[in-house]
C-alpha cells in the first residue's frame, strides 16, 4: 500500500513539474480564453436591449452573464483536452504497451496525470480567474448560501471525475476501432452545445430540453453554474448531486470495463 | 502596358503548382473516400447545429439589438456570409498552419526552405482540406432562403462586390493566422499563440452594431482599424443584408485597404520569422 501511494506521489509531482514548465502560457492562456466572454457581453445585451429586458429562460441579462462565467469555472475541471485522442493514439501506434509491461495502472497514472494538470492549472489561473470575476462582480447577486456552495464545489469535483472517466472511456473505443475521430467529433459537437457552455440548457424547448436535461453531459457545465445561481435547489439539488455521481461511478465502471476487455484483444501494433 | 513574359511565366509556374497542391490533395482524400464524407457531413451538422443556437436566440428576440437593422434574417445572411469565409480558411489554411508550427518545431523547414519556389506559397497551400468547402452548399441555401425572406434581389455591383469582399475577409484572417503560426520560430513552439487565432476572429462572429456604449465603442474601433477582424464578416454582410446602410462605402473603402496592409504586414512579418528560424534538428 505504502509503495503504491509512493508511486503514485511520484507521477503527481513529475506530472506537476512538468505541467510547470508552461506557467506563463497558462496564465495568459487562461486570460484569452475570456476574450469570448467580451463577445458574449454585447451579444446578450444586444439581445435583451431588443426583447424589452424580458428575462430569458428564468435568466436576466446579468444571471446570462454569471452563468456564462460560472461555467467557465466547470469547464475548468471537466474538460479534458486531448485525452480521448491520446488514449486512443497510444492504441493505435501501440504506445500504450508501456503501461502493459510496467507494473503501473495505466487508468491511474492518466488520472493523476490530470490531477496534477489541473492543479497546476488552478494554481496559475486563479488570478486571471479571480481579476475576470473582480471585474464582473456587478453581474453577481452575492456569495450563495454555504450550503450552496458546498454543492458547488462538489458538484466542481465530480465534474473533473466525470469528464475524465468519460473521455478517457471514449478513447478505450479505440481498442474497437483503431480511428474514433468521428466518434470524438459526435462527443466534442454534443458537448459544445449541450453540456451548457454556449447557452443554459433551461433555453431548449419541449422534447429537446428533456432529453438534454436527461444526459450526463450538462453535469460539465450547466450543472454547477446552475447550482451556484440557485436555478437548483432544495430536493432537486440533492437528487441532481446523487445522479451526477450515478453517472461517475458508471462511467467509472465502463473506463475499467472497456480497458479490461480491451486488451485481452489487443494486438500490439507498431514498435 | 504589357507584362513582362518572365512574369507571366513565373505566375503559371506558381498556378502549376497550386493546382498540383490541389489535386494532391484530392487524390488524398478520396483515398480515404468514407472519411471524406464523415468529415463532409460532420462540419456540415456543425453548422447546423450553429445555425440551430440562432434559430433558438432569434425565439426570443426579433433583432440583436434596438434600431441596428439585424433582424433575424438579416443576420442569417451574415452567418452564412461567416461560413463562406471560415469554410475557405479551414479548407485552404489551417491544415497548413496548423503544420507550419510542427514544421519549425521539428526542424522539418529545412525541406521547404531549399524548393525553388516562395515558402510562404508553399507552406500556405500545400495540404488542401477539400471537405471543408462541404459547408458551402449550407451557407448558399442559408443565404438564398434569408434574401429571400428578407425580400431583397441582389443587384449586379452587389453580385460582384459581395465574392470580392467574402475574399477580402478570407485574406485578413489568413494575414492573422500566418504570423502567429511564425511566432513559433521565435517561441519553440505554436501551440498557444495559434489559439489566440481562434480567440481573436472571435469577434468578427457577430454585427460590429453590438460593440457600443462606453465599452464597445473603443472595441469596435480597434478590430476595425487596428486589427481589422470586424471588417472580414461584416463588410460582405452588410452588402446584401443592409444594402442601404450609410456606412458601407466607407466601410467598402477601409476593408480594401486593410486587406492589403494586413496582407503586407503577415509577410513582412513571415520573412522575419524565416530570417530567425534556425533549424531544429539536423
Known amino acids: 500500500m505504502l509503495a503504491r501511494v509512493q508511486t503514485w506521489w511520484t507521477v503527481l509531482s513529475i506530472s506537476l513539474s512538468e505541467r510547470l514548465v508552461y506557467r506563463g502560457d497558462f496564465a495568459v492562456g487562461t486570460l484569452m480564453r475570456f476574450l469570448p466572454f467580451v463577445t458574449q457581453i454585447f451579444l446578450w445585451a444586444a439581445i435583451f436591449e431588443s426583447n424589452g429586458n424580458q428575462p430569458i429562460a428564468g435568466y436576466t441579462y446579468p444571471d446570462f452573464m454569471a452563468y456564462f462565467l460560472l461555467t467557465q469555472v466547470a469547464r475548468a475541471f471537466s474538460s479534458m483536452p486531448g485525452l480521448a485522442s491520446n488514449v486512443a493514439l497510444d492504441i493505435r501506434d501501440g504506445t500504450i504497451k508501456k503501461y502493459l509491461i510496467q507494473p503501473i495502472d495505466m487508468v491511474g497514472f492518466l488520472l493523476l496525470k490530470r490531477v496534477a494538470h489541473k492543479l497546476v492549472y488552478y494554481i496559475v489561473a486563479i488570478a486571471p480567474f479571480a481579476l475576470v470575476f473582480y471585474l464582473a462582480r456587478g453581474f453577481f447577486g452575492g456569495w450563495p448560501e454555504p450550503a450552496v456552495l458546498a454543492a458547488f464545489f462538489a458538484s466542481l469535483v465530480m465534474s473533473f471525475l466525470l469528464g475524465f472517466f468519460l473521455e478517457a472511456t471514449i478513447g478505450m473505443v479505440g481498442f474497437w476501432f483503431l480511428e474514433v475521430s468521428s466518434l470524438l467529433f459526435v462527443y466534442m459537437l454534443f458537448s459544445f452545445f449541450f453540456s451548457g457552455h454556449m447557452f443554459p440548457i433551461d433555453m431548449l424547448p419541449g422534447f429537446l430540453g428533456h432529453f438534454v436535461q436527461a444526459l450526463p453531459l450538462k453535469f460539465l457545465a450547466y450543472f454547477p453554474a446552475a447550482v451556484f445561481l440557485g436555478k437548483v435547489t432544495g430536493q432537486e439539488l440533492v437528487i441532481g448531486l446523487i445522479v451526477q455521481a450515478a453517472w461517475v461511478v458508471f462511467f467509472g465502471v465502463a473506463c475499467r470495463a472497456s480497458f479490461h476487455y480491451g486488451v485481452k484483444r489487443y494486438s500490439a501494433y507498431g514498435g | ?282
Not at chain 2, 172 to 189: E, H, I, T
Not at chain 2, 216 to 224: A, D, E, K, M
Request: glycine share 4%.
Open chain 2, 1 to 282: 502596358m504589357a507584362v513582362p513574359r518572365a512574369r507571366t511565366d513565373e505566375i503559371a509556374r506558381y498556378l502549376r503548382v497550386a493546382a498540383t497542391f490541389a489535386r494532391n490533395s484530392l487524390v488524398r482524400d478520396m483515398t480515404f473516400r468514407a472519411n471524406f464524407l464523415i468529415d463532409a457531413a460532420t462540419s456540415i451538422v456543425w453548422m447546423l447545429m450553429n445555425l440551430a443556437f440562432y434559430v433558438l436566440i432569434f425565439s426570443f428576440t426579433t433583432s440583436l439589438g434596438v434600431g441596428t437593422g439585424w433582424g433575424k434574417y438579416q443576420f442569417f445572411v451574415f452567418l452564412a456570409t461567416g461560413m463562406f469565409i471560415n469554410s475557405l480558411v479551414q479548407a485552404f489554411f489551417m491544415p497548413n498552419a496548423n503544420e507550419f508550427g510542427e514544421h519549425i518545431r521539428t526542424g522539418r523547414l529545412d525541406f521547404a526552405l531549399v524548393k525553388p519556389i516562395d515558402t510562404q506559397f508553399l507552406v500556405s497551400l500545400s495540404r488542401i482540406e477539400w471537405s471543408s468547402l462541404s459547408n458551402f452548399a449550407v451557407a448558399a441555401v442559408l443565404l438564398g432562403y434569408s434574401l429571400v425572406q428578407i425580400g431583397h434581389r441582389p443587384s449586379v455591383v452587389e453580385c460582384v462586390l459581395y465574392p470580392f469582399y467574402v475574399l477580402c475577409g478570407v485574406a485578413v484572417l489568413y494575414s492573422l493566422m500566418m504570423p502567429l503560426a511564425a511566432c513559433a520560430v521565435w517561441l519553440g513552439r505554436n501551440e498557444s499563440l495559434y489559439d489566440y487565432w481562434f480567440y481573436v476572429i472571435n469577434f468578427s462572429r457577430y454585427p460590429m452594431e453590438i460593440y457600443r456604449g462606453t465599452y464597445g465603442t473603443p472595441l469596435r474601433l480597434f478590430f476595425t482599424y487596428m486589427i481589422p477582424v470586424l471588417i472580414v464578416v461584416n463588410v460582405p454582410a452588410r452588402l446584401l443584408a443592409k444594402p442601404l446602410d450609410p456606412d458601407n462605402w466607407w466601410l467598402a473603402i477601409c476593408a480594401f485597404v486593410a486587406t492589403l496592409a494586413s496582407l503586407a504586414v503577415s509577410r513582412w512579418i513571415f520573412q522575419r520569422a524565416l530570417a530567425s528560424y534556425r533549424s531544429a534538428s539536423s
